[in-house]
């Protein structure tokens, strides 16, 4: 399930933010993803953080995902990463 559940994060992520990365690790509860977007630009990072909730909810309300630690990053900020 864990398998689906990480595919099913990085398409609706990618689809919501036109993210360029998606990342997906974790236990199939808890997640830890890596966003990479250009929606990103200029955000305050609890905003970053709205816009991926947001995009995440479905399965945050039914409790399929329990918890997520996220990083949000500009491709700027990606590349100075690498």
Do not use: C
Not at 1 to 7: E, L, P
Not at 51 to 74: F, P, Q, R, S, W
Request: aromatic share 6%; proline share 2%.
């Amino acid at each position: 399930m864990s398998g689906h559940i990480n595919s099913w994060i990085e398409q609706v992520l990618t689809d919501a933010l036109a993210a360029e990365q998606v990342l997906v690790g974790g236990d199939g509860r808890h997640f830890e993803i890596t966003v990479v977007s250009t929606h990103f630009e200029g955000q305050r990072p609890v905003k970053k953080q709205q816009l991926v909730y947001a995009a995440l909810n479905e399965k945050i309300a039914d409790g399929t995902i329990h918890a997520v630690m996220m990083k949000t990053l500009t491709p700027t900020e990606w590349q100075a990463q690498q």
